[in-house]
């Protein structure tokens, strides 16, 4: 494991949009029950709190505080990438045998077998993902990627995709360390 005092850590934000999206259907969907009953102020303030709790945490866990855990560090001999509570890898330079971009939403034909499918083990909002997912090709990857636009990693365990916020400088960090 890295020493995770001295990593360059890379966020892999989720769009606040979706964030805003998610607490108002908390908000409609506790709002729907609340009025299905019509059964006066009291009532309806239980329902509420009945629905709008549990909700708000569930969501509250899976919008702000999972995406919050989520990086990518650069350490001296290796990479981290934590998709916690999901997956968290860490990976040798030595072992990453290739780096390329990709456009996860449309790829290029001789990418098409990488294109993203079905949680194993994740969170899926949007184009953010954060976790294990099958690929076309049947195989597993490790994606913490924020956009359709994505740095994949291929290793000998197989492959990563990461969007971190700040693309070209972990391009670029990836070819100080060796990595292309």
Not at 17 to 24: A, G, R
């Amino acid at each position: 494991m890295t020493d995770e005092s001295n990593l360059e850590l890379y966020a892999v934000p989720m769009s606040r949009l979706w964030q805003v999206l998610y607490l108002l259907g908390v908000a409609a969907t506790a709002g729907a029950v609340a009025w299905s009953f019509k059964v006066g102020f009291t009532w309806s303030a239980i329902c509420l709190l009945v629905v709008g709790i549990p909700l708000g945490a569930l969501y509250w866990y899976m919008i702000f505080y999972a995406p919050s855990r989520i990086y990518l560090g650069m350490g001296e001999t290796s990479l981290t990438v934590a998709a916690a509570p999901f997956a968290v890898r860490v990976v040798p330079y030595a072992e990453i045998e290739r780096v390329f971009e990709i456009d996860l939403k449309n790829p290029a034909p001789e990418n098409e077998s990488l294109k993203p499918g079905k949680s194993k083990r994740g969170l899926k909002v949007g184009s953010y993902r954060a976790g294990i997912f099958k690929i076309a090709s049947g195989k597993e990857a490790l994606f913490a990627v924020s956009r359709k636009n994505a740095i994949g990693l291929r290793t000998s365990e197989g492959f990563i995709f990461v969007s971190p916020s700040r693309m070209q400088h972990f391009r670029e960090m990836l070819a100080a360390y060796g990595v292309s």
